[in-house]
């Protein structure tokens, strides 16, 4: 069956559908990671988009359930130059075509995906829509297309009520977990995910207890605190604040999720209550975001963003550089930003924006890029470390 892909500057692809027969309007965006395409489908950031895998061939290892970030797909849509039918994987559990119609994700496949990644690359992300509906008349669209914002979506992709992420050291002791043979769907489909083997060999987190807000955390997030000792619960984006504090922590983490930052004003009023305490805080992507906010600095729109498991990271402390996995269209905006309140400690090399901050007089540190990867290289994971060295008494600036 035909598909058609509508920009709302005009620009139309003709391919074949994929996925949910259904049509959407949405966000188009665009990841130039060259695997790791079921992490990008689970990665709830993706809420209210519908993302272009720039690498040509997508799905040619099926779908391995374990592997997935979250409960469920979260994008809009699925746009790919080839999407493989027939996957060689001895953990597949089934093809990505299956995986997108049981989970009602639309697509498009054969259109000149790197010609779509140029047009967002030089006019800035733009709304498009996917349809089979042949006889599509633009003008009545285009005002369909200029209306969508992702709106409110942290709210969609978070945690109902919160729950608790073991120390995962014992599964490694005692070898891996069933893998996809004996991947538990109904416990999946009521947001239930048991935790991945380990092979952290220092514990230096045992004992540690982290309160993680979701904000549309991807797993890797909390498993990254278990494998090293330390006992995780997780939140619902909405708990209040004296409900963290009253939990007494070791350490807080603010995680990932989809959407404008702006958007999430009752979230920002708790995160500065979180910000008053001296309880060490360390904050990925929206919780970043969301920290800057709440202490008085500003964020505003990439014109494309940054996606994909290849971007450029220094880390001012040390000076080293990292490849990062990253997944953002937001930055903190530091031209304005109050050295009292925070400094700049990580930029991106490719074109300076800021990637991280760390907060003057606290044991509070931020990064924009996701060091649990998945997908992507684990040439950050050392954050965690650092983060459990805070916890344990550690001065982050000294």
């Not at 349809?131 to 409110?152: C, D, S, V, W």
């Not at 360390?282 to 008085?296: K, P, R, V, W």
């Not at 031209?335 to 991106?348: E, G, Q």
């Not at 954050?383 to 805070?390: A, E, G, P, V």
Request: one cysteine or more; a negative charge; hydrophobic letters at 35%.
């Amino acid at each position: 069956m035909k598909a058609f892909l509508i920009l709302e500057d005009g620009t139309v692809f003709e391919g074949t559908h994929i996925g949910a027969d259904k049509e959407i309007i949405s966000e188009i965006v665009f990841n130039t990671s060259m695997a790791g395409y079921l992490e990008v489908l689970t990665d709830p950031s993706y809420a209210g988009q519908a993302v272009c895998m720039t690498y040509p061939l997508i799905g040619n290892y099926g779908i391995c359930k374990d592997d997935m970030e979250s409960r469920k797909p979260w994008p809009d849509g699925f746009i790919v130059r080839e999407l493989s039918r027939i996957p060689s994987n001895f953990r597949c559990d089934c093809t990505i075509q299956q995986f997108l119609e049981e989970n009602d994700v639309p697509g498009i496949a054969g259109i000149d995906t790197r010609a779509l990644t140029k047009i967002l690359r030089e006019k800035g992300t733009m709304n498009g829509m996917i349809t089979t509906n042949e006889n599509y008349n633009f003008e009545e669209i285009r005002p369909k297309l200029k209306a969508y914002t992702t709106g409110k979506v942290v709210e969609k992709v978070t945690c109902k009520e919160k729950y608790v992420v073991k120390p995962t050291t014992d599964l490694a002791q005692n070898g891996p977990l069933s893998g996809s043979a004996g991947f538990d769907r109904e416990a999946y489909a009521k947001g239930v995910r048991e935790p991945r083997p380990t092979l952290v060999k220092e514990l230096n987190g045992a004992g540690l207890r982290v309160a993680l807000m979701d904000f549309g955390a991807k797993d890797n997030i909390a498993h990254s605190l278990a494998e090293r000792g330390c006992e995780v619960t997780v939140f619902p984006a909405l708990t209040p604040a004296e409900e963290i504090i009253a939990m007494q922590p070791d350490g807080i983490m603010l995680s990932n999720g989809p959407g404008d930052p702006k958007e999430c004003a009752s979230i920002i009023e708790e995160v500065k209550k979180l910000y008053a305490t001296d309880i060490p805080i360390f904050a990925i992507c929206l919780g970043h975001q969301l920290m800057a906010l709440a202490t008085g600095c500003d964020t505003h729109k990439l014109k494309y963003g940054h996606r994909g498991g290849n971007h450029p990271v220094k880390d001012l402390m040390t000076g080293r550089v990292y490849i990062s996995s990253q997944n953002h269209g937001y930055v903190v905006d530091t031209d304005k930003l109050d050295p009292k309140v925070a400094v700049p400690a990580f930029i991106n090399v490719n074109d300076g924006t800021n990637e991280g901050l760390a907060y003057t007089g606290k044991n509070i540190f931020t990064v924009q890029y996701h060091p649990e990867a998945c997908p992507g290289p684990q040439d950050s994971r050392y954050l965690f470390d650092r983060f459990i060295n805070m916890m344990k008494g550690e001065n982050y600036n000294a």
